[in-house]
T-cell receptor
């Protein structure tokens, strides 16, 4: 079963614009992670935010976490055509080591 | 290559045949995970090893599925008597402790 759900399911933007994706989850977590997947390939880890953190930055990525609302957002600034991919959030429930992935947001960035 | 390696990349098999996939994790990673992903969906957890011990199995892992990690290094995932519903991408990932996973490129299984 999926722990999280991403919103929107699909997003199309022009190069240079910002892209925001949201993730909601159901249970208490230790951390939340975002992954990127190019078509037909494996997933690439982007960023991890711990349950006691509220915001984290990595290059053009900004992640926020609101544990009271059980939600997270991923912001990609100044998007590029190469950012075209599917983006997944993943959470580990407390007392387990496995990650549960959401349904993903398919991002298309037009040049 | 120091990443996670999966073989084969693609497998086409007839319904009813057995298939086996292999995953070679990053050498110092003690945790190894198998996931299954169908088109348009996120990866679904199948099973997880810490060293050679299989610590958790999903309900998705029916009796036809078996996974091993005999020496705590590489792992195999076998599917017996394949069915068309088994067609999916099978992803392996490894990690050192409860941190970000490193995924392999996956094995795409097509059951005809």
């Amino acid at each position: 079963s999926q722990q999280g759900e991403e919103d929107p399911q699909a997003l199309s933007i022009q190069e240079g614009e910002n892209a925001t994706m949201n993730c909601s989850y159901k249970t208490s977590i230790n951390n939340l992670q975002w992954y990127r997947q190019n078509s037909g390939r494996g997933l690439v880890h982007l960023i991890l935010i711990r349950s006691n953190e509220r915001e984290k930055h990595s290059g053009r990525l900004r992640v926020t976490l609101d544990t009271s609302k059980k939600s997270s957002s991923l912001l990609i600034t100044a998007s590029r055509a190469a950012d075209t991919a599917s983006y997944f959030c993943a959470t580990d429930k407390e007392n387990t080591d496995k990650l549960i992935f959401g349904t993903g947001t398919r991002l298309q960035v037009f040049p | 290559d120091t990443g996670v390696s999966q073989n084969p990349r693609h497998k086409i098999t007839k319904r009813g045949q057995n298939v086996t996939f292999r995953c070679d994790p990053i050498s110092e990673h003690n945790r190894l995970y198998w996931y299954r992903q169908t088109l348009g969906q996120g990866p679904e957890f199948l099973t997880y090893f810490q060293n050679e011990a299989q610590l958790e199995k999903s309900r998705l892992l029916s009796d036809r599925f078996s996974a091993e990690r005999p020496k705590g290094s590489f792992s195999t995932l076998e599917i017996q008597r394949t069915e068309q519903g088994d067609s999916a991408m099978y992803l392996c990932a490894s990690s050192l402790g409860p941190n970000g996973y490193t995924f392999g490129s996956g094995t795409r299984l097509t059951v005809v």
